[in-house]
């Protein structure tokens, strides 16, 4: 799904392509400061001690989601900033793309990344022999990630336009409000394999998500009801 | 080195007058303080981040402008759509070097060394590792550098012919001997049954088509495909043959060197650069990517070219965003000013020429101006395209992270591409596209492997999401 929104939606605008790959150049980035301190956090700890490794890693997850939003909230600055040139430069004296769309594809580009790097392994392991599990694990483990995956990918893209439009409008409560959101979501994973706990969590924070994001970008059930009668 | 270059129309003499509003420099800049234009130009934005599509442009109109405006003018604006023109085929030669490597494992085999780095890496010792791939480095990167002075010393002397024939002889045995190799390993990989004189027949189809689309004329979208299709072959050489430090090495120095090379006023590629802008030359089309342009070899008259374009001036039109490859065709006729560029081909396991890759920068010539400023695209060094592939083909063949280490280095190169085009917007000279790219996937390549990826692994293992 999240290959088909970028096909849909972002291939035909070369900029939107542009903004989508910095998007996941900044995931990236964060990504890569969140791992770094994770991995000097377990050198200077033990090996051995499972728990504590297992404390680690969830430290590691949350720092890393903070990190993240962190990031999604410098993306943000330049985002402005280049508004600002490309008003500057543009003919008519507004942007050609505005600051919602960039809200869109940017949470696109973080989710794609994030997505990707969430699941490309698996994949490319689920070419294998098809043992799913053996060892007492949980037989569900491939569809459960690719659940998992494709709602954290959407939720990326809403909490990229939830973001952007705190940001504008300077409500920092929604903006506390997307953290929260990626903080429980992130929290809930790790009930993991106790699939129950997570996924259902997830699935109802996406839809709450969703209609949120809808809301603030000008659509309204009217909009919905209309388009489902195919515009009557 | 290869070099991103732009078109900068403006550097034309003065006969260009009416063509000007074609040849906008823009700065790309957030802020652009030296935009200076009238509201009938045409404008491009060239800041990756902050640019328009082509869309906007549809309404501008063409106007004369004076002389003197034009020079003060001088913006050049990249569209968001000329950084797409360079993304595609670069992710194209990348996308076709991960395919074989992960599929064919010929490439990742070590069958032995070129004869530019005699220094095994098998020791014993790592010091002495070390050591023996910084001498390999050292060793291929004076080579390169022979050769580039080489290069520019024929080309001062105006021996023409001998450039030629160096390239016509590399192309060729790119083209026959390495595609043969490369078809025949496929063919093992998959099983496939092939007797010599099919294969024969597709190679030599293959082989001469590559030849007049590169060297003469041909098709665009078919001399691109040509041109990506040997930079992969090109870079599946080098990371077969290249043992593993050594190819980090060497693409730290050529990444340095090509920043020195271009920038220093001493800089070989600069001399070349500028001695073409002097002689209002064309280059050679082996070596480059155009994203819009098919060029003759020789360079059109130029009154003829402003005839034309006076004529087309009175009628012109901006159109809207389609890519004018055709008309890039028929306009062709000629760069005024062409920097040269030198593809860095080193001919596999047969000792060959090596070329360094000079800083190329094609000027459109006078004419170029009268055409619409959306076909004028970027140019990008062919030894850009190969060295990027090694970087990401090396990423996915030795790396313990595999996939996620290797779309992070294709993530780095392409913000990296972006970057060297925003700053060639803002410089509007010749720029090296190694460094910022390079560094980059280098970065991101040693950190996801070594960082990232114990991390992700955990993550994975116990199904945690961040």
């Keep these: 799904p999240a290959l088909g929104l970028f096909l849909f939606t972002i291939a035909r605008d070369p900029l939107r392509i542009i903004i989508l790959i910095a998007g996941a150049f900044f995931w990236l980035v964060s990504l890569l400061l969140s791992s770094l301190i994770w991995f000097i956090a377990v050198k200077a700890s033990d090996p051995n001690d499972e728990p504590l490794q297992k404390g680690l890693l969830i430290f590691g997850v949350m720092f890393s989601v903070l990190l993240q939003e962190a990031f999604r909230f410098l993306y943000y600055k330049l985002l402005r900033k280049a508004i600002e040139g490309l008003v500057a430069l543009s003919e008519d004296g507004c942007s050609p793309i505005s600051i919602q769309q960039m809200a869109y594809v940017a949470g696109v580009g973080f989710g794609l990344m994030s997505g990707a790097f969430s699941m490309i392994n698996l994949l490319a392991d689920a070419l294998g022999p098809g043992t799913v599990g053996i060892y007492g694990d949980s037989q569900l483990y491939f569809l459960t990630s690719a659940f998992m995956t494709m709602v954290l990918i959407f939720l990326h893209t809403f909490w990229g336009i939830l973001f952007f439009h705190g940001c504008e409008n300077r409500c920092w409560w929604e903006i506390v409000a997307v953290v929260v959101m990626h903080l429980a979501v992130s929290a809930s994973s790790f009930c993991n394999p106790v699939y129950v706990g997570s996924l259902v969590p997830s699935y109802v924070l996406m839809a709450v998500a969703a209609t949120w994001a809808y809301l603030l970008s000008g659509g309204s059930a009217q909009n919905v009801r209309r388009f489902l009668l195919c515009k009557s | 080195m290869t070099e991103l270059s732009a078109h900068l129309p403006q550097f034309q003499h003065g006969q260009l007058t009416e063509n000007f509003p074609d040849n906008h420099l823009s700065n790309t800049n957030d802020n652009s303080e030296r935009r200076r234009h009238d509201n009938s130009e045409r404008r491009r934005n060239d800041n990756p981040e902050s640019e328009t599509n082509g869309q906007p442009q549809n309404n501008i109109q063409q106007v004369v402008e004076q002389d003197d405006e034009e020079d003060e003018e001088l913006t050049l604006k990249y569209?968001?759509?000329h950084v797409i023109m360079l993304f595609v085929p670069v992710t194209l030669c990348m996308v076709v070097v991960v395919a074989t490597i992960k599929s064919v494992s010929f490439y990742t085999r070590k069958d032995g060394q070129l004869i530019y780095t005699p220094f095994t890496e098998e020791t014993e010792t790592v010091g002495q590792r070390a050591l023996n791939s910084i001498l390999n480095?050292?060793?291929?990167?004076s080579v390169i550098i022979v050769m580039t002075i080489l290069l520019v010393v024929l080309y001062k002397y105006r021996c023409y012919k001998v450039i030629h024939g160096w390239l016509i002889i590399s192309s060729l045995l790119l083209l026959f001997f390495f595609s043969f190799i490369?078809?025949?390993?496929?063919?093992?990989?998959?099983?496939?049954?092939?007797?010599?004189?099919?294969?024969?027949?597709?190679?030599w189809n293959f082989g001469v088509v590559g030849m007049i689309c590169i060297h003469w004329k041909g098709p665009l979208r078919l001399q691109q495909a040509y041109l990506i299709m040997i930079s992969a072959l090109m870079a599946l050489v080098f990371i077969k043959y290249l043992p593993e430090w050594t190819a980090w090495l060497i693409l730290a120095v050529i990444s340095v060197y090509d920043l020195v090379a271009v920038l220093c006023p001493k800089g070989p590629l600069r001399m070349l650069v500028e001695t073409a802008q002097e002689r209002n030359e064309t280059l050679f089309p082996a070596l480059i990517y155009s994203s819009t342009m098919v060029w003759l070899v020789n360079m059109a008259e130029e009154d003829p070219e402003a005839q034309r374009k006076a004529s087309k001036n009175s009628t012109y039109d901006k159109q809207g965003s389609p890519p004018q490859n055709d008309d890039a065709e028929a306009d062709d006729g000629g760069?005024?000013?062409?920097?040269?560029?030198?593809?860095?081909?080193?001919?596999?396991p047969i000792e060959s020429t090596p070329e360094s890759r000079a800083a190329v920068q094609a000027l459109p010539s006078n004419s170029q101006t009268s055409e619409d400023p959306e076909e004028r695209g970027v140019k990008l060094g062919l030894g850009d395209?190969?060295?990027?592939?090694v970087l990401v083909g090396k990423a996915s063949a030795t790396a313990s992270g595999d996939w996620n280490t290797t779309l992070a280095c294709f993530v780095a190169i392409l913000i990296g591409l972006c970057l060297t085009l925003l700053l060639l917007a803002i410089f509007k000279k010749a720029l090296p596209a190694l460094p910022i790219s390079i560094t980059f996937g280098l970065v991101f390549?040693?950190?996801?492997?070594?960082?990232?990826?114990?991390?992700?692994?955990?993550?994975?293992?116990?199904?945690?999401?961040?």
């Design chain 2, 137 to 141: 480095a050292a060793i291929m990167i």
């Design chain 2, 182 to 203: 490369y078809l025949g390993e496929v063919f093992k990989t998959y099983n496939v049954a092939m007797d010599y004189i099919t294969l024969a027949l597709m190679i």
């Design chain 2, 385 to 389: 395209f190969i060295f990027y592939s």
């Design chain 2, 79 to 81: 569209g968001a759509k």
């Design chain 2, 335 to 348: 760069f005024s000013q062409e920097w040269q560029q030198q593809r860095d081909s080193r001919i596999g």
């Design chain 2, 445 to 466: 390549y040693f950190a996801t492997d070594n960082l990232v990826q114990p991390f992700m692994d955990q993550l994975a293992f116990h199904q945690f999401y961040i």
